[in-house]
Nanobody, 124 residues
């Protein structure tokens, strides 16, 4: 099994930046793609970004394109999310996820390991 733990996040004003990190442990050799999802109060879980095993292939949700950057270090089993130009609507709990799939996936059911989540709050 794979275990994931997020760090970072917090509170920032509109237009500011925050970063999130995720560390994987356990059977990390089985990890294909990794991704970030978020859930805002009263809303469904939303795809934010995914990154491939080669650390080059990336995909972003429409609402964060051009503002968020996902990166991955396979040697350290880490993934990061740099969030820029933050907006109040970015406020949510952000989750790190991993999957044995090697093709890019945006559906949460394609991911089999999840971190506990980290709060990101953007004040107006």
């Amino acid at each position: 099994q794979v275990q994931l733990v997020e760090s970072g996040g917090g509170l920032v004003q509109t237009g500011g930046s925050l970063s999130l990190s995720c560390v994987a442990s356990g059977r990390t050799s089985t990890i294909g793609i990794m991704g970030w999802f978020r859930r805002a109060p009263g809303k469904e879980r939303e795809f934010v970004a995914a990154i491939g095993r080669n650390t080059i292939n990336k995909q972003y949700g429409d609402s964060v394109k051009g503002r968020f950057i996902v990166s991955r270090n396979r040697a350290r089993n880490t993934m990061s999310l740099q969030m820029n130009a933050l907006r109040p609507e970015d406020t949510a709990i952000y989750y790190c996820a991993s999957s044995w799939h090697i093709t890019m996936e945006t559906a949460p059911e394609k991911y089999d390991a999840w971190g506990p989540g980290k709060q990101v709050t953007v004040s107006s």
